[in-house]
């Protein structure tokens, strides 16, 4: 079993619509929560970064962590074609630098 | 956040050839990551890289054949050595963040097609 699970998609919606995305972990020394954009042939690049369970807002992303559930979302409100990518999660454990990362899943907003 | 570049962003060697990926951040960073992407799959670590001590593999990575360098605190390399088509893959360096923040940056990838 992975540590990290993520849906690998395509999750594919309308314009305007809010993507949701999620990912489960299975141990809990995992304490820092990122969420990272990668589009075709780019390295990728980091969107939210959280350390705490509850949410976190900037723009039109929401960060979600419930640590008790092992549980971390994003959502994006207004979607918007440049917004096809793929999305990564990743996490860190605690007193560690080495990053593990969900699968990815592929996003299709539609005009 | 940091700015980092790679060098080459892409190229396709023979078999059995090397090639030396270079990566350059625009400030000091004490940690610098290298990771493998193979074609449509996630990010899968390679080793950690310290300025001033022995690189550290992950589980089925070498330094044979992964030697990497770190002679300052903004570059690194990253060699491919006797090269294999399953070798190909885009292959990424990381940083630490400068701010101290328990997360990476990541550069724009070198993407490598061994034939």
């Known amino acids: 079993q992975k540590e990290v699970e993520q849906d690998p998609g395509p999750l594919s919606v309308p314009e305007g619509a809010i993507v949701s995305l999620n990912c489960t972990y299975s141990n809990s020394a995992f304490q820092y929560f990122m969420w990272y954009r990668q589009y075709s042939r780019k390295g990728p690049e980091l969107l939210m970064y959280t350390y705490s369970s509850g949410n976190k807002e900037d723009g039109r992303f929401t960060a979600q962590v419930d640590k008790s559930s092992k549980y971390i979302s994003l959502f994006i409100r207004d979607s918007q074609p440049s917004d096809s990518a793929t999305y990564l999660c990743?996490?860190?454990?605690?007193?560690?630098?080495?990053?593990?990362f969900g699968g990815g899943t592929r996003v299709l907003v539609k005009p | 956040s940091a700015v980092i570049s790679q060098k080459p962003s892409r190229d396709i060697c023979q078999r059995g050839t090397s090639l030396t990926i270079q990566c350059q951040v625009d400030?000091?960073?004490?940690?610098m990551f290298w990771y493998r992407q193979q074609p449509g799959q996630s990010l899968t670590l390679i080793a950690t890289?310290?300025?001033?001590?022995?690189?550290?593999?992950e589980s089925g990575f070498v330094i044979d054949k992964f030697p990497i360098s770190r002679p300052n605190l903004t570059f690194s390399t990253l060699t491919v050595s006797n090269m294999s088509p399953e070798d190909s893959s885009i292959y990424l360096c990381?940083?630490?963040?400068?701010?101290?923040?328990?997360?990476?940056?990541f550069g724009p990838g070198t993407r490598l097609t061994v034939l």
């Open positions: 890289a310290n300025q001033g001590s022995e690189a550290t593999y």
């Open positions: 990743a996490m860190i454990k605690a007193a560690g630098n080495k990053l593990t």
């Open positions: 400030s000091q960073v004490t940690m």
């Open positions: 990381s940083v630490a963040d400068p701010a101290g923040r328990n997360t990476q940056y």
